[in-house]
């Protein structure tokens, strides 16, 4: 076993480092230490971990040699391949994997393609009916990984580095065609003609988008809705096949199999009495993982089933926990990234909890107490990881597993492999069971939601544990879960503790904090102190919640105020345009109790405007609105609410998007000095103007602007202009969310998310970022 978990550990230890070691230099000490390992026997257990590290090194120096430069940013290029995942089809627009044929110059291998609806007057208006496994040729436009960073909340440059996507591209007008059909030995083609018989024969019956789920792991269907609830009541997780639902389809396949020997004539019984229940169990199971698309969690229970049958039919005997590692092994060598998909540690502790709950007890347990202890049990485990990695933990979790699981579990998905089996043989009996089936899903649905309103607001958008304190709570719950008898069991409630406290220490008394998050093409800014919080604009999004909304409040403003531990006092969207109001609506939705001001051109249920003269003071903090007047007309950008704000060692000037028309307003009104300065309209060449910048004196300006957008912000000539006047500019599309600390005392201290948040994936901060 030792050799085993060493070949993990050394597999999964080059990603807690923000760099890796040469190529060249790992391919030596690799080879150094083979020799090492053949001539001295003591150091093999230390070889194996060291070659399995470098191993992982030189994967991860591949896949970094294989992404696309800056260098070729925004270049076109006629582009032949295949579609390699089910196309996701949003209102105006679809994306895709797109695997190219050809990499030479500056194509990587797969990329993540957005074909967009351009309107009439386009040569291509409408997007095609694009099926998975299709080979196309594109006209696409190029772009880097590089996405948006802050110091807490969604990290997309992992998703795409764990997946493989070396570019993001963008379906240009031009010769976009088809060139061939999905080749018949596709796999995701065959999960997508399940996907369309499976629509012919049920498409209409209740929650047949959780029954596609539960079929052929497609989520696409999944309303923002339904994963509210599911979050909330923990049981997101028997909607992605895993070992549960692997392990049904072996059972009902080793009863087939039994059957089957059953009708086989007696001599060819004896022989296969044990043989074809296993085969055939592990035959199942592998077709199922193969409709879900052999994600992490079904090639883990795919290979722990492989390594019991294996057992079984060589007649040998193995530790569960050993069969536990092998797999895990098997998963890293296979694919070495795989350690940075929640889903592999979500798998993976998952059965580690419920081998340590069964394994080392003895004797028979009821049915009843099995079933109560392994949800505790996991529960208790995954809490910690899930606040680690989604900021979320559940309340109702416990109460709404017990029923949800029995249901899912001998009710829904043995129904479901059942309607699988005969789509293309009794397609009637098929859609049967499939209502049936989705029946009992609505009606578990139902229950869900009414568990879901158990579940505390506060625990949706928890703190952002540190990775040791998450460890030490793990540690702390499976010591609580040690057989009883152990003494010293519940000191495993101390090590959970840390959990509970924040990972940055609270802001001391006299001491601002302002954020300025990067959201893209937008403007969002966190500013407060220990006692008070504001948040200045609410980034891109269209302005509507619910199923055709989208915004940047779930992936960043949320954990970026949960990672304060307060709750916004004051929410102010500086004018209507949707970069900077664009997640107002769902802000609201979020914190209800939230004061709101907003310059709008229509009146708006909950939301003040923001006019001078208005000033106040709260939490160490003075504030002053200094445009607009109370009785100006909405003026589009000219209506932004510019506040000035005084914090202990800061003055910060808030523009929004105003023009230089109104500068020389403020100007004419007393503008004073301010030692940030939060640079107008992103940096357009409308503003800026060089009377403003010699007013304001701002000692660092900052920009929020998205890389390489269409706009061109900012602008050289905006820049020249705070160059000749010696300011310090800094930007969010070249440092990700910059956070400024002030004190009474005079300490000034300026970082940046993209060099506090290094990671092997990460790309690099330019120069200059704090």
């Avoid at 004896?270 to 879900?292: D, E, H, K, N």
């Avoid at 102190?529 to 509507?544: F, V």
């Avoid at 006092?569 to 907003?598: E, M, N, W």
Wanted: proline fraction near 6%; include cysteine; aromatic fraction near 8%.
């Amino acid at each position: 076993m030792k050799v085993w978990a060493l070949l993990i550990a050394g597999a999964v230890s080059p990603y807690l480092f923000a760099s890796t070691l040469p190529s060249w230099l790992a391919v030596l000490l690799a080879v150094l230490m083979a020799v090492l390992m053949a001539v001295r026997p003591a150091f093999r257990l230390a070889g194996i971990f060291l070659l399995f590290f470098l191993t992982t090194t030189l994967a991860i120096n591949a896949r970094l040699n294989v992404r696309m430069t800056a260098v070729d940013e925004m270049s076109t290029h006629a582009i032949s391949g295949r579609i390699d995942s089910l196309p996701d089809a949003g209102e105006d627009s679809v994306r895709f994997i797109f695997s190219a044929d050809d990499t030479s110059g500056p194509v990587p291998a797969r990329m993540l393609v957005y074909w967009y609806s351009r309107g009439q007057g386009s040569a291509q208006p409408d997007i095609p009916r694009l099926r998975v496994g299709e080979h196309w040729l594109l006209q696409l436009e190029l772009r880097t990984t590089r996405r948006r960073v802050n110091f807490h909340g969604a990290d997309a440059e992992r998703w795409l580095f764990a997946n493989g996507i070396g570019a993001l591209a963008y379906v240009q007008d031009g010769d976009n065609r088809l060139l061939d059909g999905p080749g018949p030995f596709n796999l995701q083609h065959w999960r997508a003609t399940t996907l369309r018989k499976l629509e012919q024969v049920a498409g209409d019956v209740p929650a047949f988008r959780m029954l596609v789920a539960l079929a052929i792991a497609d989520r696409r269907g999944l309303l923002t809705a339904d994963r509210n609830v599911f979050s909330a009541t923990g049981t997101g997780h028997l909607l992605a096949i895993s070992g549960l639902h692997i392990g049904l389809a072996a059972m009902m396949g080793f009863y087939l199999g039994r059957l089957l020997s059953l009708l086989s004539p007696y001599s060819l019984r004896v022989r296969m009495a044990i043989a074809l229940p296993w085969c055939s169990a592990w035959l199942a199971a592998l077709c199922y993982a193969a409709l879900a698309g052999f994600g992490v969690s079904t090639q883990r229970a795919l290979l722990m089933l492989s390594v019991a049958t294996l057992v079984v039919l060589s007649r040998r005997k193995i530790h569960p926990g050993l069969a536990w590692l092998i797999a895990m092994s098997v998963v890293v060598i296979t694919d070495p990234f795989a350690p940075l998909r929640a889903g592999f540690w979500f798998s993976f502790i998952a059965v580690a909890v419920l081998l340590l709950l069964f394994s080392p007890r003895f004797g028979p347990i009821p049915t009843w107490r099995k079933v109560l202890l392994s949800q505790f049990g996991i529960s208790l485990a995954m809490a910690p990881l899930g606040m680690y990695w989604f900021q979320q933990a559940s309340m109702p979790g416990l109460l709404a597993n017990l029923v949800a699981i029995p249901v899912i579990s001998f009710l829904v998905v043995p129904l479901i492999l059942t309607a699988l089996t005969l789509l293309w043989l009794s397609a009637p009996l098929a859609g049967w069971l499939l209502e049936l089936a989705g029946h009992i899903t609505h009606w578990l649905f139902l229950f869900l939601q009414q568990m879901s309103t158990l579940q505390p607001a506060w625990l949706n958008a928890t703190r952002v544990p540190g990775l040791a304190s998450t460890l030490l709570a793990m540690l702390g719950a499976l010591v609580l879960l040690l057989p009883r008898g152990i003494p010293g069991r519940f000191s495993g409630l101390l090590l959970m503790l840390p959990l509970l406290f924040p990972v940055t220490a609270t802001l001391e008394r006299q001491t601002a904090q302002t954020d300025f998050l990067d959201v893209g093409q937008g403007l969002s800014i966190l500013l407060g102190t220990r006692d008070y919080l504001l948040l200045y604009d609410t980034g891109p999004g269209n302005g509507h919640t619910g199923e055709e909304g989208w915004n940047m409040v779930a992936g960043t403003i949320q954990p970026m105020v949960s990672a304060r531990g307060q709750v916004p006092d004051l929410i102010v969207a500086s004018h209507a345009d949707l970069d900077h109001a664009g997640g107002l609506s769902q802000l609201q939705k979020v914190y209800p109790q939230t004061r709101v001001l907003a310059n709008l051109p229509h009146r708006k249920t909950g939301v003040e405007p923001c006019r001078t003269p208005t000033v106040w003071a709260a939490g160490d903090m003075q504030f002053s609105i200094l445009h607009p007047s109370i009785g100006l007309p909405y003026l589009g950008n000219d209506s932004s609410c510019v506040i000035s704000v005084h914090a202990p060692g800061l003055a910060l000037l808030l523009s929004g998007d105003i023009s230089q028309r109104v500068e020389r307003r403020l100007i004419n009104e007393g503008l004073s000095a301010h030692t940030v300065l939060s640079v107008p309209h992103h940096g357009s060449s409308t503003s800026s103007s060089a009377e403003f910048i010699a007013t304001v004196k701002p000692e660092l300006a900052l920009i929020s602007a998205a890389a390489n957008n269409r706009f061109g912000f900012p602008r050289a000539d905006v820049m020249l202009r705070y160059a000749q006047a010696e300011v310090t500019t800094l930007s969010t599309m070249s440092c990700g969310g910059i956070r400024i600390t002030t004190d009474a005392q005079g300490m000034f201290k300026v970082e940046s998310a993209r060099l506090r948040r290094k990671a092997i994936w990460r790309w690099p901060a330019n120069n200059g970022c704090p």
